[in-house]
């Protein structure tokens, strides 16, 4: 069964600091897809990062528009991280971790697996 944790969510003002940390486990295959995404109040879940490792291997990563040149994803051993920098207070919302086996994809609805989400707040 594939379990995802996120941890590392916080309180930051602009122009601030936090790294995203999602503790995986239990994929079926050495394929897989690793994202995160985001959700602020009365808006829909968007694609923020997304990691794809084969066999070991990281073949692919992808960003937002909104986040390119300052969020970074990476992965090291069953953990994927979300470095983020230069945050600005529209990057405030709940972050969460998602997987997928398989295909790297950005489409929120490919995603099967989810954690459980952490906050990400941003002050000006």
């Known amino acids: 069964q594939v379990q995802l944790v996120e941890s590392g969510g916080g309180s930051v003002r602009a122009g601030g600091s936090l790294t995203l940390s999602c503790a995986t486990s239990g994929f079926p295959s050495d394929i897989y897809c690793t994202g995160w995404f985001r959700q602020a109040p009365g808006k829909e879940r968007e694609g923020v990062a997304r990691?794809?490792?084969?066999?070991?291997?990281?073949?692919f990563t992808g960003y937002a528009d909104s986040v390119k040149g300052r969020f970074n994803i990476s992965q090291a051993g069953n953990v994927v991280y979300l470095e983020m920098n230069s945050l600005k207070p529209e990057d405030t919302a709940r972050y969460y971790c998602g997987a997928r086996s398989g295909a790297c994809t950005s489409a929120v609805s490919a995603f099967n697996y989810w954690g459980q989400g952490t906050e990400v707040s941003v002050s000006s």
């Open positions: 990691h794809w490792l084969v066999n070991g291997r990281s073949k």
